[in-house]
């Protein structure tokens, strides 16, 4: 069975702390990827890495960097925290190349901003 | 860009009855990949029916069944004999065609059974 882990369920931080999400996978999967998921808003893709050290930005990336430095890892970073990224944090993954498989996800890290 | 829509924010139905799902999406590719993903709870999302764009004939996996029109780019999902276990949020997906395997979701469907 695929295992995708995020480090946190729920977390708190305070406005302008650096916050840092982690994500694991266990498949061995070249595709990593960071959604946020908003009410009404559905999942809207923020970064996205094909490989080790390798990135592209989503749709959404303003505000937010991420880091691939092992296969299995792919961190989400806040820079700066801001209210407005309180969300739920999902990751996934997926292996490359096979364009009906699907992608495997987190459980999700609800992320609070005060 | 692809766009996905789901115009139901909420449905609901009687437990072993039938309920419908709708989703539709703008694209201008031939061949592309949809997908409805299922998110109970308080528990992880997981994958419920895919279908490619070029398979003519309609997926089905046991209870769900997916009606693809792809002139009037529509997916939508058909979920018989509903039980508790399936009251969840309900997402379209959309996959671009080779080389870009990002998805790009809709905004989901929150379904409720109805015991």
């Known amino acids: 069975d695929v295992k995708v882990t995020q480090s946190s369920r729920y977390l708190v931080k305070r406005t302008g702390e650096k916050v840092f999400l982690e994500c694991v996978q266990d498949m061995d999967h070249e595709n990593m990827f960071w959604y946020r998921q908003d009410p009404g808003l559905g999942l809207r893709l923020i970064y996205f890495?094909?490989?080790?050290?390798?990135?592209e930005k989503g749709d959404i990336p303003e505000g937010y960097s991420v880091s691939r430095e092992k296969k299995e890892r792919f961190s989400l970073i806040l820079e700066s925290a801001s209210t407005n990224q309180t969300s739920m944090y999902l990751c996934?993954?997926?292996?490359?190349?096979?364009?009906?498989?699907?992608?495997?996800f987190g459980p999700g890290t609800r992320l609070t901003v005060t | 860009a692809q766009t996905v829509t789901q115009s139901q924010p909420e449905m609901s139905v009687q437990e072993a009855e039938t309920v419908t799902l709708s989703c539709t999406y703008d694209t201008s590719e031939s061949d592309y990949y949809l997908f409805w993903y299922k998110q109970p709870p308080s528990r992880q999302m997981i994958l419920v029916i895919r279908q490619e764009a070029y398979k003519q004939q309609n997926a089905t996996e046991n209870r769900f069944s997916v009606n693809f029109q792809k002139a009037a780019k529509s997916f939508s999902l058909k979920i018989s004999d509903s039980q508790l276990g399936d009251a969840a949020m309900y997402f379209c997906?959309?996959?671009?065609?080779?080389?870009?395997?990002?998805?790009?979701f809709g905004t989901g469907t929150r379904l409720t059974i109805i015991p």
């Open positions: 996934a993954s997926s292996p490359q190349g096979a364009l009906d498989d699907e992608q495997y």
């Open positions: 997906a959309y996959r671009s065609p080779p080389g870009v395997e990002k998805l790009t």
């Open positions: 890495s094909y490989d080790v050290k390798m990135k």
